[in-house]
């Protein structure tokens, strides 16, 4: 069974992220949020943590060993400071991580270096599309074999810093199958829109949508090689990164309603010796720790290899989406008339939350 308490080097990483958290993140993320734009420089202070860095092997220009674990704790850390600055410094890792998931040597070999040993670039991937009955596991972008590669068709949603993006990662449906495709911004038939999308939060990471006409891959730029790849650990992967997430949001929003309603008088006692308040405080951390739980078990066996993990890194994220949105909506309740101003944060954690459900594919640990 895994252990409760980080080992050295991740407690000494999960400092660090909690410190970036604290210090940059938070104070940063209100007028991110209403100015529509992250500073740069508290980005680069993100990826200079080495979080990703961490996890590639030195054979790919990293300094360490994948660990789900790992991933799991300073995505959260990270989350309790800002969402949108989270997924903004660890937009490279879309790229990047699914390459060593199940990529091939070759493709390990020269697409990883470039992204990960240099200052923060907006490598990014697209998955996320329009519609009602999105399933990534089942998309409607597609991929058909055609002479010495590929041809991708279809239009994509969310796709965070594509504008700028050097490369993005595309997952098409090939045959029946998610499989992902390489793609370069300089691909004829690559249309990225002109204006960022407009959503309820994040406003602060730049997402676009992208379309392909008859955008042509080489065969080499197949994930995985000739041979293709099995979707599962990557999608497991952004599962589990948004229930880290998600467990972040929902600590951030319970840490200050509670504080809230420890200092909040009404009728000359504290709000939180108020029955109502205290029992939803308590519902609130219950649920808390009971999803962290399960995230932390999910990592457990991604890392272990366990034949479940898949089962349980889906189940970590749909009670990530549910647990997120119970306790946001409830910090809100808690302040009051104050929870529904946009001066405090807890209205914005509120609408974050409620776009984790949507977000499979714009994190990936």
Known sequence: MY?????????????AVGRFAA???????????????????????GWELGVLQASVPEAYG???????????LALEEMAFGDLAGTLAVNVPSLFVTPILLVGSEEQKKEFIPPVIEMDWQPYTAALIEYALDFDPLELKTFAKAEGDGYILTGEKAF????????????YANLDGNTQGFIVPKTAAGLTVRSEAEKLMSLNALPTYRVSFEGVKVPKGNRLGGEAGHDFQPVLASMRLALAAMAVGVARAAFEYSRDYAK?????GVKIAQKQAIAFMLAEMATEIEAIRMLTWEAAWKMDTGAEDAFKDAYLAAVGAAD?????????????GGYGYIREYPVEMWMRNGRGLATLVGLAIL
Request: aromatic share 6%; glycine share 6%.
């Open 3 to 15: 252990s409760f308490e980080p080992n050295e080097e991740q407690q000494m990483l999960l400092e």
């Open 263 to 267: 200092e909040r008088e009404a009728f």
């Open 323 to 335: 647990m997120v949105m119970m306790v946001t909506d409830r910090a809100v309740q808690i302040l």
């Open 62 to 72: 990293g300094f360490g060993e994948r660990s789900a674990v790992t991933g799991v």
């Open 23 to 45: 210090n940059d993140l938070r104070p940063a993320g209100h007028d991110a949020e209403e100015e529509g734009t992250l500073p740069k420089k508290v980005v680069s202070k």
């Open 159 to 170: 796709v965070p810093f594509a504008r700028e993006a050097e490369a993005m990662l595309v």
